[in-house]
Nanobody, 121 residues
Framework: VQLQASGGGLVQAGDSLRLSCRMSRRGAYSMGWFRQAPGKEREFVGAVDYAGSRTWYAVSVKGRFTISRDTAATAVVLQMNNLKPEDTAVYYC?????????????????WGQGTQVTVSS
């Protein structure tokens, strides 16, 4: 499975960005996003199950970010609103078949190349 992420960029605090990630094949994969800021560990952002019926969010983004997937279940979108400078990081798209422990990075078997999000104050 290959994942291709897009949509990062440089924005100001309070702006919005939309990240997209497309998977190379269909299947019962949960999909999600992690991020990693310089000098910090990779952290969970959000995830959605293969059916699009369950979502999970990090406390730091809940209420500002929304994750969703298309009906073909091959793409996931992360809508990021009211961005803050602390959201600055490389964002990674990820996928897994099992759907277990969505907030744990080691549970995810497939990773995209990452897309940079920079939020200026």
């Amino acid at each position: 499975v290959q994942l291709q992420a897009s949509g990062g960029g440089l924005v100001q605090a309070g702006d919005s960005l939309r990240l997209s990630c497309r998977m190379s094949r269909r299947g019962a994969y949960s999909m999600g996003w992690f991020r990693q800021a310089p000098g910090k560990e990779r952290e969970f952002v959000g995830a959605v199950d293969y059916a699009g019926s369950r979502t999970w969010y990090a406390v730091s983004v809940k209420g500002r970010f929304t994750i969703s997937r298309d009906t073909a279940a091959t793409a996931v979108v992360l809508q990021m609103n009211n961005l803050k400078p602390e959201d600055t990081a490389v964002y990674y798209c990820t996928a897994q078949l099992a759907g277990a422990s969505p907030m744990v990075a080691s549970a995810w078997g497939y990773w995209g190349q990452g897309t940079q999000v920079t939020v200026s104050s």
